[in-house]
C-alpha cells in the first residue's frame, strides 16, 4: 500500500528550465491536489483535480500547469521556473467516502531554483 | 487574506507540560477543521479533527476545542513528549464551489518539547 508517492524527492533547476512533478496514487481517489509550503506560510493550493479531465486553479497557480489523463496521475508542470518557485511541493489525495475528507499526502519534492 | 491564522509560530515546552496552539478562521462554510503534524523531511499527516456541532473532541493525548461563536479553535497536547516535536498545522475545509474539499491551512507552529 503505497499511497501518494512524488517523484523526485530532490531537484535543482536553473532559472528558465522546465520540470514535472511527478504524483501517483494507488487509493482509486477521486480528488487530488498540489500545495506548496514555504516556512511560515503554511501549505497553499496550486492546483486541484476532482476526477479524471477534471482541474482548476488553488490559490496560487501562475507559473504552474497540470494535467489528470487518469485516476492515479497528476503532474505538476512548471514552465520556465523562477526564484520565487524555491519551495516544497506536496501532491495529497483525498476521497469522500473516506469520511471527513481523509487526506493522504505524499512525502514532498523539495526544489531550488538557482 | 489568510483565511486561517495560526499562533504561535513557535512553542518550547518542557517535557510533561501541556502545549496549546490556537487558531482562528472567518469563513463561516468551513465546516470540518482537522490538524496535521508533520515531521522533517515528510509530509503532513492528520492528527486529528473536529466538525462545529461539536465543542471538543479527545484523542489520547491529543484534544481539539471548538468555539463557534468567537470562530476559533485550538490543539491542546497533554504530557508533551520528546515524540511529539514536529510542525503543527490546523486547516479547514472550504464547503462550497461544488464541495472540492479544498483545504485551507493555518500558517504552522513549530514546537518542540524538551526533555
Known amino acids: 500500500n503505497a499511497g501518494v508517492t512524488q517523484t523526485p524527492k530532490f531537484r535543482i533547476l536553473k532559472i528558465g528550465q522546465s520540470m514535472t512533478l511527478q504524483c501517483t496514487q494507488d487509493?482509486?481517489?477521486?480528488?487530488m491536489y498540489w500545495y506548496r509550503q514555504d516556512p511560515g506560510m503554511g501549505l497553499k493550493l496550486i492546483y486541484y483535480?476532482?476526477?479524471?479531465?477534471?482541474?482548476d486553479k488553488g490559490e496560487v497557480p501562475n507559473g504552474y500547469n497540470v494535467s489528470r489523463s487518469t485516476t492515479e496521475d497528476f503532474p505538476l508542470r512548471l514552465e520556465l521556473a523562477a526564484p520565487s518557485q524555491t519551495s516544497v511541493y506536496f501532491c495529497?489525495?483525498?476521497?469522500?467516502?473516506?469520511?471527513?475528507?481523509?487526506?493522504?499526502f505524499g512525502s514532498g519534492t523539495r526544489l531550488t531554483v538557482v | 487574506q489568510q483565511q486561517v491564522k495560526q499562533s504561535p509560530q513557535s512553542l518550547i515546552v518542557q517535557k510533561g507540560g501541556i502545549s496549546i496552539i490556537n487558531c482562528a478562521y472567518e469563513?463561516?462554510?468551513?465546516?470540518?477543521f482537522p490538524w496535521y503534524q508533520q515531521f522533517p523531511g515528510k509530509g503532513p499527516a492528520l492528527l486529528i479533527a473536529?466538525?462545529?456541532?461539536?465543542s471538543e473532541k479527545k484523542e489520547g493525548r491529543f484534544t481539539i476545542s471548538f468555539n463557534k461563536s468567537a470562530k476559533q479553535f485550538s490543539l491542546h497536547i497533554m504530557d508533551s513528549q520528546p515524540g511529539d516535536s514536529a510542525t503543527y498545522f490546523c486547516?479547514?475545509?472550504?464547503?462550497?464551489?461544488?464541495?472540492?474539499?479544498?483545504?485551507?491551512f493555518g500558517q504552522g507552529t513549530t514546537l518542540q518539547v524538551k526533555p
Open positions: 495529497a489525495s483525498s476521497s469522500r467516502q473516506a469520511g471527513g475528507y481523509g487526506y493522504t
Open positions: 487509493m482509486n481517489h477521486n480528488y
Open positions: 483535480s476532482v476526477g479524471a479531465g477534471i482541474t
Open positions: 469563513n463561516t462554510a468551513f465546516d470540518y
Open positions: 473536529i466538525r462545529p456541532d461539536v
Open positions: 486547516a479547514a475545509i472550504e464547503n462550497g464551489s461544488g464541495n472540492t474539499g479544498k483545504l485551507i
